[in-house]
């Protein structure tokens, strides 16, 4: 076939809903870095993620194939290995996930009539409907009130009592519940329960340990303010006094 009768490839940015599907991966998995060291950590992160399996990559390839033709091995190949971007930038998803993101691509056929990059498709295979972003669910944890399963189970697990006292500027209560939220997402992402125990980071404990320590303080200031005796033996001589008990010396 000559590659000339084809249709001009739709600009993948102005398809609809993609540039959302950016923006829910990039919001699930990126960080905020400084731009000195963004290339770096992106190449870090990339070397230190998995590669999509080959008997993934292969079934993969030959969904594409089927659906986009020419379209598909002008641009990518007629085949992979691992060393294909494609392995690389896919690596870690499971063949759920690659399923749930070839069933996406046929159910919006009409956006993607050629097929997306490798970044699109992965947010594609990552996104969970009705799942809000960090941001949104923040907001929804601090009001009591969840548009889903997951925000609730974060909220739970970072503490309701603290988020309902909490202001939007919290930064510590917030990285706590940004941590439990991604755990929770993940759960979703692969179609797993989305309750059950979240193991306790260490700067929640040591965040525990300031407060207790702090409500101790706090006791003892009032303690001292209210001329309380702190032995014992005085402490009970006070309490007779009070209640009109002499007891001989």
């Not at 990559?57 to 294909?84: C, K, P």
């Not at 498709?121 to 601090?142: K, N, S, Y």
């Not at 040591?206 to 209210?226: F, W």
């Amino acid at each position: 076939m000559d590659t000339r009768e084809l249709p001009r490839q739709k600009p993948i940015n102005n398809a609809p809903g993609v540039k959302a599907l950016v923006l829910k991966a990039v919001d699930t998995e990126a960080k905020v870095i400084p731009l000195s060291t963004k290339s770096a950590t992106q190449s870090q992160s990339e070397n230190e993620r998995p590669k999509l399996s080959q008997k993934n990559l292969d079934t993969l390839w030959l969904r594409m194939v089927e659906m986009y033709g020419h379209r598909w091995t002008a641009n990518f190949g007629v085949s992979a290995d691992q060393e294909h971007s494609w392995a690389k930038i896919l690596g870690g998803l499971t063949g759920r996930q690659l399923a749930s993101g070839l069933q996406q691509l046929l159910d919006r056929a009409t956006e993607f009539d050629w097929p997306p990059p490798a970044n699109v498709f992965r947010a594609m295979c990552l996104h969970v409907q009705g799942l809000p972003t960090v941001d949104q669910a923040w907001i929804e944890a601090l009001m009591g009130k969840y548009s889903h399963e997951a925000v609730k189970v974060a909220a739970e697990a970072t503490g309701t009592f603290d988020l309902r006292s909490a202001k939007h500027s919290d930064k510590s209560l917030r990285q706590r519940f940004e941590r439990n939220y991604v755990i929770v997402q993940r759960r979703a992402q692969n179609a797993q329960p989305l309750d059950g125990k979240i193991a306790q980071g260490i700067e929640h404990d040591s965040g525990m340990k300031a407060q207790l320590a702090r409500s101790h303080q706090e006791a003892r200031d009032l303690v001292t303010a209210q001329n309380i005796p702190t032995d014992g033996k005085a402490a009970r001589a006070l309490l007779l006094a009070k209640l009109g008990i002499r007891r001989p010396a």
